[in-house]
């Protein structure tokens, strides 16, 4: 019996040998330089991000919780959520709110269909397209600040606009002074000046459909239209959600032009007021920085609720 319990310990051990897996003596130090060196190139994209974004957030988070005085030197009162609640029953919130929503839902639908047609077109055979593109593309690189001026010298009185719409024998407006107009006239004036970005993305990925599928379906008796409805646009679908979602993003970031448009005030009657506007005020005008941040936060999470819709209404992990 000891004699099989040897021979059976000793042919154990020779399989153990067989499917022992012996590492180089230097992986370990390897391994461990490699992790150091991924490290190292890193760091400076943590480093940013963390001074730039997280503790920027953090310190948001912070200040929505607490009431700030910002006179005799900063001083800071833990408030809870007593800021968000504020949100519920200040009328100038849901004014902007408002107004908000409204610039989006014209703007981004707008600018996308026209961004679209714009590459459709300058995709075809027209004569001098690249000339086309370059003229369409101008209003992106000019300053906001200066399209914004020389739209309210266009919306003037007596100004191009309505010396125009006179001359045809159509009402004319108080662009700038009137209510029910005033956030019309920055809406055609970023329509105009920020549709031709998305028309270079829109192009970049029309050009990279491959021309033997339009081939294909021409062969099958498809026309144009058909083409259009069942080939581009389908293949367009990650691009529009790319170009809704950056719009729908910077739309809700609104407040230069209507900050240039109404002095910082607004106006006329808070028909020009916008959430990143009324954050303005709130901080700098009023030292309301907790309140401030409150208003922030509502307005992230408006974008960020709606972004998900739209991720899942154009195909959720598809994209």
């Not at 409805?229 to 719009?247: C, D, K, Q, W």
Request: aromatic share 14%; net charge positive; glycine share 8%.
């Amino acid at each position: 019996m000891i004699f099989f319990s040897r021979r059976g310990a000793e042919s154990k051990s020779v399989r153990n040998r067989m499917f022992e897996f012996h590492l180089p003596e230097n992986y370990c130090n390897r391994q461990i330089k490699e992790n150091l060196t991924a490290y190292l190139f890193i760091t400076p994209s943590i480093l940013v991000i963390g001074t730039f974004i997280i503790l920027p957030i953090l310190y948001a988070v912070f200040l929505s919780l607490h009431k700030v005085q910002m006179l005799g030197g900063i001083h800071y009162r833990f408030f809870g959520l007593g800021n968000f609640q504020r949100l519920l029953t200040d009328e100038r919130v849901g004014i902007a709110l408002k107004n908000t929503a409204e610039y989006v839902a014209v703007v981004v639908p707008t600018q996308t269909i026209l961004a679209l047609g714009l590459a459709v077109t300058l995709n075809s055979g027209i004569h001098g397209k690249n000339w086309w593109r370059i003229l369409y593309f101008l209003p992106t690189v000019t300053s906001s600040a200066v399209l914004t001026l020389i739209f309210m010298w266009i919306y003037n009185t007596n100004g191009l606009l309505n010396n125009f719409l006179a001359f045809l024998k159509l009402p004319i407006y108080n662009w700038l002074g009137d209510p029910s107009v005033a956030l019309k006239g920055i809406m055609i004036m970023n329509i105009w000046s920020t549709a031709p970005f998305f028309m270079v993305i829109y192009l970049a990925a029309l050009q990279d459909i491959p021309q033997t599928l339009y081939e294909a379906a021409e062969l099958d008796g498809a026309n144009s239209w058909e083409q259009f409805i069942y080939i581009t646009l389908p293949l367009l679908r990650p691009v529009t959600f790319f170009v809704i979602a950056m719009g729908m993003i910077g739309t809700f970031q609104l407040f230069d032009q209507s900050y240039i448009f109404s002095g910082g005030t607004g106006g006329p009657n808070n028909a020009t007021l916008t959430l990143v506007l009324l954050i303005y005020q709130t901080v700098f005008r009023n030292l309301q920085m907790g309140y401030g941040a409150a208003i922030a936060f509502l307005l992230a999470s408006v974008i960020i609720t709606l972004t998900l819709i739209q991720r899942q209404f154009f195909g959720g992990d598809k994209i």
